[in-house]
């Protein structure tokens, strides 16, 4: 699948998905909290993969500057909607990548990509992108399912179907180690890795890194 064919994707998807329930709310709230003690008032902060902009809305008004994107037109139309409902002074919404931004070189303070690295094409070509975003001495914060980890049934037989018939995007099937290793190969130096899942296994891990 192409970038393409993945906004289209999430753009049909885009008002089931900001119609859809959290599935651990106290896992989200903890990974929130984290993130929101990591944030300084003064920081511009860049979300990669924000959705419908639930986050954003959430964290933005942490900071001085806070630019939310995704890829998907979908989504950010109805983010902008949500952020007409209820301002924020500090937040913007952008249809963009990572890739997209790299004219924007060591501009932000944290770049945060939650639910996002694993629906990426290039994994190292995204870290890099990133690297150049973050100013040296700041943050790239994300928390990313771990395919790889979870049982075969999924990455082996339930997803190839589904994106067969066009009901799942391009996915990664990373595993944790693999993970926390790209970053690090990116130039980042991995600081934390936590674990905020509320119930079941958790294979989603929230890794806390900085820019020498």
């Known amino acids: 699948m192409s970038l393409a064919s993945d906004a289209r994707f999430w753009d049909r998807s885009s008002r089931k998905y900001a119609a859809s329930k959290i599935a651990d709310p106290g896992g989200y709230e903890r990974t929130l909290e984290r993130t929101r003690a990591l944030l300084r008032a003064g920081d511009s902060v860049l979300e990669l993969g924000c959705g419908t902009g639930t986050t954003a809305l959430r ?112 996915v990664l099937s990373l595993r944790a180690d693999d993970l926390e290793g790209a970053v690090r190969a990116a130039g980042f130096d991995v600081i934390a890795r936590e674990a905020h899942a509320t119930r079941g296994r958790d294979r989603r891990p929230f890794l806390v890194a900085r820019k020498p």
């Open 59 to 170: 964290l933005a008004d942490a900071v001085q500057a806070y630019l939310a994107t995704d890829l998907s037109e979908g989504m950010i139309a109805i983010a902008r909607q949500k952020l007409a409902a209820g301002p924020v002074a500090s937040l913007a919404f952008r249809v963009a990548t990572a890739e997209d931004l790299r004219g924007e070189a060591d501009r932000f303070d944290a770049v945060l990509g939650f639910n996002y690295l694993h629906l990426v094409h290039d994994l190292p070509a995204t870290l890099a992108s990133i690297h150049g975003l973050v100013k040296p001495g700041g943050l790239f914060i994300s928390k990313t399912p771990c395919l790889g980890d979870m049982t075969p049934l999924i990455r082996l037989v339930l997803l190839p179907a589904m994106r067969a018939i066009g009901k799942a995007p391009h």
